[in-house]
Structure formats: structure tokens, C-alpha cells
């Protein structure tokens, strides 16, 4: 079946329901888990003229994004090392979520991505947008969703 299972997380109660089922598949099928996170790169805006940000500031805001990323993605291990799946962390910047999963899902040489979809409808679909909906169509990999 599957050897190397790719799980992107965000930390959301939903993207922690997938961390559960996609351990539970990868113990059942003998494969091994990264656990993903992307953290996305400070907003431009913030650089603009009229803004209070300085340096300072941006490394500061870079900072506890990667310490938030971590942390997220250590729980993730710590549940994968409890039901004794092998592990492996990428916390990495992409310019949008939905490209560093992709990009990670290639390089980690991943044979399935399994994440969590939100479920959004209507307007605010539209307006967030879906990165499950966006790995779906950029994926050379086959992408399962946990609802």
C-alpha cells in the first residue's frame, strides 16, 4: 500500500482529527509519516510605506511563526512515536500553503498526502479559498481527505 505518508498540518482541531487518522493508516499499512507545515512569509503590506514595522519587528513576527510551526508539528510526532510509526519534521516557508505541501510532498519522495479539508461552502469558500481544493489540483501525488 502506501510507504511514506506526507500530513500537513495547520494545528486546527481538524488538521489534528487528520493527524490522528493518517498515524492510524500509517501504522495499519507499514509506512512511515512527515508531518508538514508551512509557514508562509511575512505579508508584503507589512514593508509598506506608512507601516510601523521594522526589522526588529519582522524578525521578531518570523520567529514565533517558526516556534508555532514546530510546535505544532512536534505533537504530531510525539503521536506518530506513541503508535510507533517512524517520523520525520519539515517545517519549511512556501509562498502559500498549498505550494510548500506540494513542493514538501516531491521532495520527501511522499506517495500520499493526507490532510484535513475545513469543508467552507459558499461565500466563504470563495473568499478563503481552499488549500485542500488547490493540493487536490497541483499533486503528482494522490491526496486523501479527512473530513
Same mark, same amino acid.
Given at each position: @500500500?502506501?510507504?511514506? +505518508?506526507?500530513?500537513?498540518?495547520?494545528?486546527?482541531?481538524?488538521?489534528?482529527?487528520?493527524?490522528?487518522?493518517?498515524?492510524?493508516?500509517?501504522?495499519? &499499512?507499514?509506512?512511515?509519516?512527515? %508531518?508538514?507545515?508551512?509557514?508562509?512569509?511575512?505579508?508584503?503590506?507589512?514593508?509598506?510605506?506608512?507601516?510601523?514595522?521594522?526589522?526588529? @519587528? +519582522?524578525?521578531?513576527?518570523?520567529?514565533?511563526?517558526?516556534?508555532?510551526?514546530?510546535?505544532?508539528?512536534?505533537?504530531?510526532? *510525539?503521536?506518530?512515536?506513541?503508535? %510507533?510509526?517512524?517520523?520525520?519534521?519539515?517545517?519549511?516557508?512556501? *509562498?502559500?500553503?498549498?505550494?510548500?505541501?506540494?513542493?514538501?510532498?516531491?521532495?520527501?519522495?511522499?506517495?500520499?498526502?493526507? @490532510?484535513? &479539508?475545513? %469543508?467552507?461552502?459558499?461565500?466563504?469558500?470563495?473568499?478563503?479559498?481552499?488549500?485542500?481544493?488547490?493540493?487536490?489540483?497541483?499533486?503528482?501525488?494522490?491526496?486523501?481527505?479527512?473530513?
Amino acid at each position: @500500500m502506501f510507504k511514506h +505518508i506526507l500530513i500537513p498540518t495547520d494545528g486546527s482541531p481538524v488538521a489534528t482529527k487528520a493527524v490522528k487518522a493518517g498515524i492510524a493508516l500509517a501504522k495499519q &499499512s507499514g509506512a512511515r509519516v512527515t %508531518g508538514f507545515y508551512a509557514v508562509e512569509p511575512v505579508p508584503l503590506h507589512l514593508y509598506g510605506e506608512g507601516y510601523v514595522a521594522d526589522k526588529k @519587528m +519582522i524578525a521578531e513576527f518570523e520567529k514565533r511563526q517558526r516556534s508555532a510551526a514546530r510546535k505544532h508539528v512536534a505533537a504530531l510526532g *510525539r503521536e506518530a512515536r506513541k503508535a %510507533g510509526v517512524p517520523f520525520d519534521a519539515v517545517v519549511q516557508t512556501a *509562498r502559500t500553503p498549498y505550494e510548500g505541501i506540494v513542493s514538501a510532498a516531491q521532495k520527501q519522495n511522499c506517495d500520499l498526502v493526507l @490532510m484535513a &479539508s475545513n %469543508g467552507r461552502r459558499g461565500l466563504a469558500r470563495l473568499a478563503v479559498g481552499s488549500v485542500t481544493d488547490k493540493v487536490i489540483q497541483m499533486s503528482k501525488v494522490p491526496v486523501l481527505v479527512y473530513r
